[in-house]
Nanobody, 124 residues
Framework: QVQLVESGGGLVQSGGSLRLSCAAS????????IGWYRQAPGKQRELVAT???????NYADAVKGRFTISSDNSKNTADLQMNDLKPEDTAVYYC??????????????????WGQGTQVTVSS
């Protein structure tokens, strides 16, 4: 089993910046891709940004040019630098990882792990 722990959410004024961090832990796993999703009140969870273990990055159109995702494969961590934040960025942000888990009974490929979520609130 893989655990994801997020940190770095908070309250910021419009135009401000925040940095989210996600750390993955567990035994005998590897990360295929890691990223961030968000869910605003009354809305579905949506992709924000992902990065693969080969460095392929995908951003939602709404955050392109403002958010930057990075990862450290050796530490199993990922960060999301969020600049020029807008009120519409207000949401609970969740870290997600696509992982392979290796155990005595065999590998589980492409399992999805989710963090608990961290609140980001942008005031106008």
């Amino acid at each position: 089993q893989v655990q994801l722990v997020e940190s770095g959410g908070g309250l910021v004024q419009s135009g401000g910046s925040l940095r989210l961090s996600c750390a993955a832990s567990g035994s005998s796993f590897s990360i295929n891709a890691i990223g961030w999703y968000r869910q605003a009140p009354g809305k579905q969870r949506e992709l924000v940004a992902t990065i693969s273990n080969r460095g392929t990055i995908n951003y939602a159109d709404a955050v392109k040019g403002r958010f930057t995702i990075s990862s450290d494969n050796s530490k199993n961590t990922a960060d999301l630098q969020m600049n020029d934040l807008k009120p519409e960025d207000t949401a609970v942000y969740y870290c997600n990882a696509d992982v392979n888990v290796y155990s005595e009974i065999g590998p589980v490929l492409g399992a999805q792990s989710w963090g608990q979520g961290t609140q980001v609130t942008v005031s106008s």
